[in-house]
């Protein structure tokens, strides 16, 4: 059952136009991948999905509902969640502080609780640097902070743009680790990595973005194998 429907999205930036009329569907339960190089518009689809940015043309259906003009602040309560590229924290508040404002929709204090345990539990360092400034942690520790927030919500739809930016190689396992744990938990993820092989590694399905269309999809381990898809973006 689809979850998320993306049909004919069109996105321009004055007078050159970025998304070309991309169609896509992310089904209740997957990691869906969106890959390609740069400047292929992997980023302003995420934007457009959550209103961000404005349409030329297309709609997009969440749960059965037609969000294609529904103000951006009103998603995080219909349950669609996003960490943005480059983490977007607030860097002059705590992590418990910007933990709280995740769950800003949430008035049940017993159900915060809970939830803020969950994450404490996930993610322990969060636990022990509960009290320190979000700005002092390194990037590892902020892209946690940014996953864990979003989750504050409880989202049915993650969608993580670029969660392996700028990390090292031992926090971009852990981030992966962290994505298909919390998708085996219930959430269902639409992830924009430009790490083609880790994400392909984690995704059921995938679609390769060229130039602001849809060049392929597959399965990610169809798309693994693939020789041109291995030139193309895995090195290989």
């Not at 998304?19 to 980023?43: C, M, P, Q, R, Y």
């Not at 590229?85 to 809970?114: C, H, M, P, S």
């Not at 392909?200 to 169809?222: H, P, W």
Request: net charge negative; aromatic share 6%; charged share 25%.
């Amino acid at each position: 059952m689809a979850l998320l429907t993306v049909e004919n999205l069109q996105v321009s930036y004055g007078l050159i136009r970025a998304i070309k009329g991309v169609s896509f569907e992310v089904n209740e339960g997957e990691i869906v991948a969106l890959i390609g190089a740069n400047g292929a518009g992997k980023t302003t689809i995420m934007h457009a999905l959550s209103n961000l940015i404005g349409k030329d043309a297309g709609t997009v259906h969440f749960a059965d509902t037609d969000i294609t003009h529904t103000p951006a602040h009103k998603l995080v309560p219909m349950g669609l969640a996003q960490v943005p590229e480059g983490r977007r924290i607030f860097q002059e508040l705590t992590v418990a502080e910007n933990l709280r404002l995740g769950a800003y929709t949430r008035k049940d204090k017993a159900e915060f609780n809970e939830m803020l345990e969950k994450m404490f539990e996930r993610f322990p360092i969060l636990k022990e640097r509960r009290k320190q400034v979000a700005g002092t942690l390194s990037g590892g520790e902020q892209q946690m902070l940014a996953m864990s927030r979003a989750l504050m919500s409880h989202p049915k739809l993650l969608l993580l743009d670029e969660p392996s930016m700028g990390l090292s190689p031992l926090y971009v396992n852990t981030i992966f680790d962290m994505i298909r744990q919390i998708n085996e938990e219930g959430t269902t993820v639409l992830l924009v990595e430009q790490n083609a092989k880790k994400a392909l590694s984690i995704a059921d399905r995938a679609y390769v973005l060229e130039i602001g269309k849809i060049a392929k999809t597959g399965t990610g381990e169809e798309l693994l194998s693939d020789d041109a898809i291995r030139r193309a973006y895995l090195g290989d």
